[in-house]
């Protein structure tokens, strides 16, 4: 049977500005009826949803430029979406916002080997740009655990990390220059002028990281670098929680600085081993690490080993090395899918995203143990310890009444205890409107205002993004007031 494309029509009341959007990107790329506006009515936060004016699919920078000057002109929210992964709520349409979805504009516009960098549309998925010159020796960095579908456009936005950025570095080490479209409608170009260091403000640092609220993304040139000569992987196996957590710490005080460190506790584990990439790893231990090295062959072997006596040092169960790429490749699929698996053990979870100074990790997860049988919800851990970036997954079924509202109270409770040791209410997955008011445990009202002072300067009239990353008094109250 062959299926009837719904001839899209703009009704009587359908007001004038979805005409405008036809005549900037054509008709074809424009949603805007009810159903359609369902898939992008929040990201990977879902307890907040609100339908979008409509969607509209640019496929370059011209159009871009042209959409936001008309919703400018024309007093219409709007903000700018990748593959709506993000976890706190940024790329969700609060004020009814046009959505600009830049998974067309998905080009890989060119590689320079010889001078280490790549161009790239916001829409290119950060996983393809490494499968792209991977033959070449050569690959992207920045590898958040949804790599596989989320874009570099938004990784830029949430300055993404990842499981192997406490060697390399988050998304903001890794951006040379970005191509902007104005809150004005303006087209501008920032870094990438050649020189490793530019005279004046370092407006790659501002822009990376600002959650969507100065401006859109259209054009990004990345570092890209060669392959690691040699890898090596260990998976270490502990009956305490906090036997694991030293050994994290004795790992970097032994003046090794892995690629990556990774924790699970025992009910990630529990997650990991039902959802779709189960490995055998035991149920009933306290945690696991897994710790990768990385760089020139000459060394690896020795830093395998002193990993090894810190493990063994620190009361290990089992430990283990990966014995070639496909064990290593299992492992990394099984962590990687860690958050989407919590779905085989709960109807619904709430990712957190705190961090905190690496000593202070076996405190944290007691308080966090504490929130969990306060909140009479269970809580898996699934982070990257070596930096200190906690994941609580806080379990909850947001069909019993009021679960949903303990979720997020536990989750905040969770962040409280992040910001009392000395560290911060994210590390890598944004504010926007899921922490907004915990943005108030580590800025004072004036330090809010500062930064809101800066927004307004790229985005006076707020039409980007409205809503999001700086609580506002009054404002960010109904946000919180909407959970049901
Ligand atoms: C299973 C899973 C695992 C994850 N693991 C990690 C992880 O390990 N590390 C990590 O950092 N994050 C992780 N995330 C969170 C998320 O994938 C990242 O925040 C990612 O950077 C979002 O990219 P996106 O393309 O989905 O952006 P979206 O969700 O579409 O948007 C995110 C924000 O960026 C803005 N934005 C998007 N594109 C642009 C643009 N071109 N210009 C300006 N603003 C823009 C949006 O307005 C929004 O505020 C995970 C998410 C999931 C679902």
């Known amino acids: 049977m062959q299926l009837m494309r719904r001839k899209k029509k703009v009704s009587a009341n359908q007001d004038h500005h979805i005409e405008a959007f036809f005549k900037i ?39 871009v430029a042209a959409l936001v000057k008309y919703c400018a002109q024309n007093d219409l929210p709007f903000l700018a979406r990748g593959a709506g992964t993000g976890l706190s709520g940024g790329a969700t349409p609060l004020n009814n916002e046009v959505i600009i979805s830049l998974v067309k504009m998905k080009g890989l516009l060119s590689v320079d080997y010889e ?24 690959y992207y960095a920045p590898d958040p655990s949804s790599q596989y579908v989320c874009t570099i456009g938004g990784n830029v936005a949430e300055n993404a990390g990842g499981a192997h950025c406490l060697k390399y570095g988050v998304t903001t080490n890794h951006i040379l220059g970005l191509e902007v479209v104005m809150p004005n409608g303006d087209i501008i170009s920032i870094g990438e002028d050649g020189v490793p260091d530019s005279p004046g403000y370092d407006l790659l640092g501002l822009l ?26 260990v998976l270490a196996y502990f009956d305490q929680v906090e036997d694991g957590s030293r050994a994290v710490s004795d ?22 081993e039902e959802g779709s990439f189960p490995v055998g790893h035991p149920r009933d231990i306290a945690a696991l690490l897994l710790i990768e090295v990385d760089g020139i062959a000459a060394g690896i072997d020795e830093q395998i080993e002193e990993i090894l006596a810190v493990c063994r040092n620190n009361h290990v169960k089992e ?24 779905g085989a053990i709960s109807p619904d979870y709430l990712v957190q995203d705190g961090v ?32 200190g970036n906690l994941h609580p997954l806080i379990l909850f079924d947001s069909r019993n009444p009021g679960e949903t509202q303990k979720a997020v109270d536990a989750g905040s409770a969770c962040l409280k205890a992040c910001s009392d040791a000395g560290g911060s209410i994210t590390g890598e997955h944004g504010v926007g409107i899921e922490k907004i008011e915990e ?15 800066i927004r307004e300067v790229f985005n006076p009239g707020n039409l980007l993004n409205q809503g999001k990353l700086f609580p506002m008094p009054g404002r ?5 007031k909407a959970v049901q």
């Open 476 to 480: 960010c109250l109904e946000v919180k």
């Open 25 to 63: 990107v054509g008709e074809k790329e424009v949603l805007f009826e009810d159903v359609d506006m369902l898939s992008y009515n929040c990201d990977g936060f879902t307890i907040h949803q609100h339908s979008p004016k409509a969607v509209v699919f640019p496929k370059n920078t011209r159009e």
């Open 356 to 387: 905190i100074p690496r000593s202070r990790l076996p405190e944290v997860l007691e308080q966090i143990n504490e929130i969990s049988r306060k909140y009479e919800l269970r809580i898996a851990n699934i982070f990257h310890a070596g930096d």
């Open 439 to 453: 943005m108030r445990f580590i800025f004072s009202d004036e330090e809010i205002e500062a930064q809101t002072r």
């Open 251 to 272: 790992i970097i005080s032994a003046g090794i600085v892995p690629a990556a460190l990774e924790m699970m506790d025992q009910t990630a584990i529990e997650g990991v």
């Open 115 to 138: 001078n280490r960098k790549a161009v790239v549309q916001p829409g290119y998925v950060n996983l393809h740009l490494t499968n792209s010159i991977s033959s070449k020796g050569y």
């Open 319 to 342: 430990v283990k090395v990966a014995e070639d790429d496909a064990e290593r490749g299992r492992w990394w699929a099984n962590r990687k899918t860690g958050f989407g698996a919590m």
């Open 208 to 233: 990376t990281g600002s959650e969507g609220t100065l401006g859109v993304v259209t054009e990004i040139t990345v570092r890209i670098l060669k392959n690691p000569e040699m890898k090596q992987t």
